[in-house]
């Protein structure tokens, strides 16, 4: 089991939470970006330029992502892509999106892009908190002992 990091716009503190659990748990970790993404030294922890273009890291993960995978985005539709092949997708503010809850967040999401697309004006999200920061760091810390008791 891997961890897809969706890149272009995932907070830095995010990305350096996932880069100290990976070293600790010793999971391979890729990070898919239209730009080069600065990766610390391990073992564990790569980095994939793709070219510029719509969707193309989430392309990338869609195509190499595999059953069990843990993918971390905050893109609704990728992760509704990477869960109908089996893997877990864990949003920045640590909401864990799975076969469960994944169509009601769709379908919120295209609700809201057809208000926008409107003229209703929406706002955008909400600056990333502590407690968004921990609900992260524990979803994530589960996902790694589930993982852990498989191997």
């Known amino acids: 089991m891997n961890i ?34 600065r990766v610390p030294s391990s073992a564990y ?11 193309e890291a989430d392309d990338y993960i869609v195509e190499h992502a595999l059953s069990g995978d843990l993918i971390i985005t905050a ?20 909401e864990l999106y799975d076969s469960n809850n994944i169509r009601e967040r769709l ?7 057809e208000l926008r697309g409107s003229g209703v004006q ?14 992260f760091a524990n979803q994530l810390d589960r996902w790694l002992t589930r993982r852990r008791r498989q191997d």
């Open 107 to 113: 379908t919120l999401r295209d609700f809201m892009d």
């Open 122 to 135: 929406t706002g955008g999200p909400a600056q990333l908190k502590p407690a968004d920061r921990q609900a």
């Open 45 to 55: 922890i790569r980095n994939v330029q793709v070219r510029r273009g719509f969707d």
């Open 4 to 37: 897809w990091v969706d890149a272009d716009a995932c907070p830095n503190v995010i990305k350096d939470i996932v880069f100290r659990a990976a070293d600790r748990a010793g999971v391979a970790t890729t990070l898919v970006a239209n730009q080069q993404i």
């Open 75 to 94: 893109d609704i539709p990728l992760a509704a892509q990477v869960i109908d092949k089996g893997a877990l997708a864990l949003s920045p503010r640590g």
